[in-house]
C-alpha cells in the first residue's frame, strides 16, 4: 500500500511534525517523527509574520533552513523506519505560513518544494491553499475534508477541534457534507503573554491560566472583535490576533495581575470555539479535540464545562493521537493531488467549487 509523508509546522512555531501514513481505503498513521525549531529560526519566522526590511531575501534564507531540517527530520525518520526514499510515493509539505490574507487574495507559505525534493529523493506536493483561493474560497481551514474521511463515518452530530495557534472547527453531520471555519486564537495569545512574562515557550496544562481569575471587562472588549461576530467561511491569522492588538485592548483597561490576562486568554480560546460551535451545530454530541491544545487539561475542562451536552474528547479515543492528525492530514493531502481528487469543501472555504489542490515537484 502506498506510504506518504506529511510535513507540518503550524502558527505555533514550536517544532516540525512529520507523518508517515499508510493509504488505501483508510489512513493508518505507521509512524512519526518531531523536530524542535531552532530558537534563531523561529525567531525569523515569527519576525516575517510582519512587515520589516529585505523580506523577500530574508524570507528566501529563511526557507532554506526550514526545509533543511525538515530534509533531517524525514531521512532520520526513514533510517528508523529502515525505508529508502523510493518507498514513499510523496511528502505533503505545508510549509510555514508567514502571511494569511484571503480577503486580498493571497496566503503564503514557505518551504521551497524544489529544494525538498532535492534534498530528500521523494516527489513533493506543496502549496495547498493558492487553488482554493483563486477560485474565491478563504484557502483555509484545510483539514475539514481529512477529518470528515477519518471521522465522518457516524449516525451521530460529530465536531473536530484543532487547537494550534488558532482554533478550527470540522462540523461532521450525518448525510452532510463536512463544514467548517476557523473559530479565532487556539494557542497563540496564550502563548505569547506566557513567554512575555515567564520566558515559557506554553503553559503546560494551563496551570498558570488556571491561577489567574477572567476578568469579565477584559473578556467582553476581546470578543468584541468583528470576526467572532462573522459567519464562515472565515479564517484568521497573525495579522489580526496578535501581542499587538492584545496590548491596545489592555491600554484601556484597568491594570490586570499577568496570571488573571492569561485565564482570560484560555476564557477567550474556551468561549469563542463554544459560541461558534453552538451556533452552527448546537446538536453535536462529541467534539474531538486534537492539535496542542488537547493537552491542555484547563482548557478541556472549561470546554466541557460551556458545552455541557457534548462529550469533549481527544482524537486519541479513536485511535488518532492528537499530536500527529494535522501532519497525517498533509500526507493525506499530498495523496488526494496525485490522483486526482478534490480536498477542499466550498461549505468550508467558500469556494465557486471542488478543486485538487497542490503542486506537485518530483523527485
Known sequence: MPLYLGLMSGTSLDGLDIALIEQSEKTVLVATQ???????????LLALCAP??????????????????????????LQQQELSPKSIRAIGSHGQTIRHEPTRGFSIQIGNPALLAELTGISVVS????????????????????????????RSYRAVLNVGGFSNLSLLAPDQPARGFDCGPGNVLMDAWIHRHRGDSYDRDGVWAASGTVQPELLKALLGAPFFSTQGPKSTGRELFNLDWLDQHLSQQPRYAAADV?????ELTAVSISMALNSVQSETDELLVCGG???????????????????????????????????????????????GIPANRPSVTGANGLRVLGAIYPA
Open 34 to 44: 518531531y523536530l524542535p525549531m531552532p530558537q534563531e529560526l523561529r525567531a525569523e
Open 52 to 77: 520589516g526590511p529585505d523580506e523577500l531575501a530574508r524570507a528566501a534564507m529563511a526557507e532554506q533552513r526550514w526545509v533543511r531540517l525538515a530534509a533531517q527530520g524525514i531521512h532520520t525518520l
Open 127 to 154: 502549496d495547498f491553499r493558492r487553488r482554493d483561493i483563486a477560485a474565491g474560497g478563504q484557502g483555509a481551514p484545510l483539514v475539514p475534508a481529512f477529518h470528515e474521511a477519518l471521522f465522518g463515518k457516524q
Open 262 to 266: 492569561q485565564a482570560t486568554l484560555l
Open 293 to 339: 491544545g488537547a493537552h491542555n487539561r484547563t482548557l478541556m475542562t472549561r470546554l466541557a464545562a460551556l458545552l455541557p451536552g457534548c462529550a469533549v474528547n481527544s482524537t486519541q479515543l479513536h485511535g488518532v493521537p492528537a499530536d500527529w492528525v494535522e501532519a497525517m492530514a498533509f500526507a493525506w493531502l499530498a495523496h488526494c493531488c496525485l490522483e
